[in-house]
């Protein structure tokens, strides 16, 4: 088995190999798992699930499978909220980034939206279990509005990946996850930029976009969220090769004053 894995280009063998077997609940199933690993298939998708922050999230065919590096777009959130704070994960694919930060704050009011159906019906399995809530729709479009200027994290892990530059990515992404959740545009920033012409309507004062993107395109990134309105800055972490920025809406939340009446 291990030498089959190896030898369709798996890097880890030796661990798939082990994380296999621990799913598979009989040897023709586990034959079968190890053909469609071989075969290209996501790790991911061939056990049903994906790691992320310390948990396990339903990870369904097709689906787009978070990756480590975005556990840095999480923590970053965490360290600007506060607990019971309102989240809305936009292009929220398995549902796993709203979901971690709920965990990370102890309470959140979650909702999330994704326009991809398949990852609607995925995410819904994954959020449930956080108390929040999934649209199906583009962007803002099936949000409650009663969301409006109460957003206090927008986390929106849009597809950054410029349209010409999808050929290269790796089969696994390339062929398996949705190109929905993949392509960004000819620069790889339109959906960023319909995401920030909106989010200052959304946010609460004081709330905080944020989203990932590569190196190359953040000059570009932070000059559109400062053309809509908020007040950009970026976060890198080299550990895990990752870029957020982040665009905060000007104000202060009154709920972080005392003797507010609530």
Same mark, same amino acid.
């Given at each position: 088995?291990?030498?089959?894995?190896?030898?369709?280009?798996?890097?880890?063998?030796?661990?798939?190999?082990?994380?296999?077997?621990?799913?598979?609940?009989? $040897?023709?199933?586990?034959?079968?798992?190890?053909?469609?690993?071989?075969?290209?298939?996501?790790?991911?998708?061939?056990?049903?699930?994906?790691?992320?922050?310390?948990?396990?999230?339903?990870?369904?065919?097709?689906?787009?499978?978070?990756?480590?590096?975005?556990?840095?777009?999480?923590?970053?959130?965490?360290?600007?909220?506060?607990?019971?704070?309102?989240?809305?994960?936009?292009?929220?694919?398995?549902?796993?980034?709203?979901?971690?930060?709920?965990?990370?704050?102890?309470?959140?009011?979650?909702?999330?939206?994704?326009?991809?159906?398949?990852?609607?019906?995925?995410?819904?399995?994954?959020?449930?279990?956080?108390?929040?809530?999934?649209?199906?729709?583009?962007?803002?479009?099936?949000? $409650?509005?009663?969301?409006?200027?109460?957003?206090?994290?927008?986390?929106?892990?849009?597809?950054?990946?410029?349209?010409?530059?999808?050929?290269?990515?790796?089969?696994?992404?390339?062929?398996?996850?949705?190109?929905?959740?993949?392509?960004?545009?000819?620069?790889?920033?339109?959906?960023?930029?319909?995401?920030?012409?909106?989010?200052?309507?959304?946010?609460?004062?004081?709330?905080?976009?944020?989203?990932?993107?590569?190196?190359?395109?953040?000059?570009?990134?932070?000059?559109?969220?400062?053309?809509?309105?908020?007040? $950009?800055?970026?976060?890198?972490?080299?550990?895990?090769?990752?870029?957020?920025?982040?665009?905060?809406? $000007?104000?202060?939340?009154?709920?972080?004053?005392?003797?507010?009446?609530?």
């Amino acid at each position: 088995m291990v030498h089959e894995l190896r030898a369709a280009g798996c890097v880890f063998a030796e661990d798939e190999a082990r994380l296999l077997v621990s799913a598979a609940r009989s $040897p023709a199933e586990l034959a079968a798992m190890v053909e469609r690993r071989a075969a290209g298939l996501p790790l991911e998708h061939v056990l049903g699930w994906a790691e992320f922050h310390g948990q396990r999230f339903t990870v369904d065919a097709g689906v787009f499978v978070p990756r480590r590096r975005t556990e840095f777009l999480v923590d970053r959130a965490a360290s600007l909220a506060r607990p019971g704070a309102v989240v809305v994960d936009l292009c929220c694919g398995s549902g796993a980034l709203g979901v971690a930060l709920v965990a990370a704050l102890g309470r959140a009011e979650l909702h999330a939206a994704d326009i991809d159906p398949v990852a609607v019906r995925c995410a819904r399995r994954n959020v449930a279990a956080a108390g929040g809530r999934v649209y199906a729709g583009d962007l803002y479009d099936p949000l $409650p509005a009663g969301l409006r200027g109460r957003v206090d994290v927008l986390l929106a892990n849009v597809p950054y990946v410029p349209t010409g530059e999808i050929g290269l990515l790796p089969p696994e992404a390339r062929i398996h996850e949705a190109r929905v959740a993949l392509d960004g545009g000819a620069d790889g920033l339109d959906v960023v930029r319909r995401v920030t012409a909106r989010a200052a309507r959304w946010l609460a004062p004081g709330g905080h976009l944020l989203f990932e993107t590569s190196d190359r395109q953040t000059p570009s990134a932070l000059d559109v969220v400062a053309g809509d309105g908020l007040v $950009p800055r970026v976060a890198v972490c080299d550990e895990l090769d990752a870029t957020v920025v982040i665009g905060t809406r $000007p104000g202060t939340d009154r709920r972080d004053h005392p003797g507010n009446g609530e």
